[in-house]
């Protein structure tokens, strides 16, 4: 058996150490072959190639990015891709396939697997946390660990000042990033995609904290909207799979803010850092049983399939159910912490 191994969309704490295990796992206990591809799903469409065996994935561990490389590439928008895919993958002897990646990877997975046979098994891999069946992915506790410095630091300089600081994490539709930093960073106003904000509310906690001789920290992801308006983009281009680029919101509101309350406000955009570095003790660890798990599945020939973690267990299932919805924040969960706002 030779096994292929991708990693897909934005670069994340935690990809090499899913590597690491699937090839100690797969060369020392199945005696399998292993072939990297380079840069997502561009290296099956182009046949671009790398030998991984246990050599190549020593000291891989507390490693930040991927050693194989990332892109946003889709094969399904390239003119007779999949075709290209396949040919390559018997150019090359590869018999299956480990696909590492979030919602836009692991759907490519699931059309590849379910509609045309290739034998592919998904990791589930994002900062945000959002995909469905799976209760954690790797890089969310790094990307999480990373805001709440940014915040723990922020907090010192805006006292210094008495001004507002808006910090802007990551967190297209989903707001756990912004939720778990913002409420372990202290932050006085945690805004989420999920739930469409009140600028004059905001204002109001804002003005609040500064009365009680304080200054207000403000956590916004950068898909999170306001009542009255739209999501702020960075410019209109698409990406291979139709999203736009964000970054804007917390500029947008930091002027708000200023303009409604007279009190300077400035923003902090953390942006790539959030995904930058090496991984925290705990993406080690679970992207490492990933890791494990994902071979194990091959050697099963549990073709179609993702791994996950529900509970402290992890588990197999379908990539379509994995990428069927987005995993978004609980309104209840929302709600629990809006005691700290203001």
């Given amino acids: 058996m030779r096994v292929g191994v991708l990693t897909g969309g934005g670069d994340c704490p935690g990809l090499n150490a899913v590597i690491r295990a699937a090839v100690r796992k797969g060369v020392q206990e199945y005696g ?9 799903w561009r290296g099956p469409l182009e046949a671009d190639t790398v030998t991984l065996d246990i050599p190549a994935v020593r000291g891989i561990l507390p490693r930040g990015g991927t050693i194989l490389g990332s892109s946003r590439t889709n094969p399904l928008k390239v003119e007779g891709g999949i075709k290209r895919i396949k040919e390559n993958m018997a150019k090359l002897e590869v018999d299956s396939l ?4 979030g919602e836009d990877t692991l759907g490519v997975a699931q059309r590849l697997a379910d509609e045309y046979g290739i034998q592919v098994v998904g990791v589930p891999k994002t900062i945000d946390n959002d995909l469905s069946a799976t209760d954690y992915t790797f890089g969310f506790d790094t ?19 008495m001004r507002v600081l808006v910090v802007e994490v990551m967190g297209r539709h989903a707001g756990w990033i912004a939720l778990h930093s913002g409420l372990a960073g202290g932050a006085n106003v945690i805004l989420i995609p999920e739930q469409r904000f009140d600028v004059e509310k905001v204002c109001g906690w804002v003005t609040s904290r500064f009365k009680a001789s304080y200054a207000p920290i403000v956590c916004v992801a950068e898909g999170a909207m306001p009542k009255d308006g739209d999501m702020v983009l960075k410019d209109e281009s698409l990406d291979a799979f139709g999203h736009v680029r964000l970054s804007g919101v917390g500029e947008w509101l930091a002027k708000e803010i200023e303009r409604r309350t007279g009190k ?10 959030q995904r930058g570095g090496t991984p925290s003790a705990y993406d080690r660890w679970l992207a490492s049983r990933f890791g494990l798990h994902a071979i194990q599945a091959v050697h099963e020939a549990d073709w179609g399939k993702m791994v996950a973690l529900q509970g402290t267990d992890v588990v197999r299932v379908p990539l379509a159910d994995a990428t069927a919805r987005i995993k978004t924040v609980d309104p209840k969960l929302y709600e629990e912490v809006g005691v700290f706002f203001g």
């Fill in 98 to 101: 480990i696909a590492i990646g």
């Fill in 32 to 40: 399998y072959e292993f072939t990297g591809f380079r840069d997502g």
């Fill in 264 to 273: 300077e406000a400035r923003t902090t955009v953390l942006g790539h850092v």
């Fill in 143 to 161: 990307a999480v660990n990373i805001a709440t410095e940014a915040i723990d630091r922020l907090h010192t300089t805006a006292e210094s000042h």
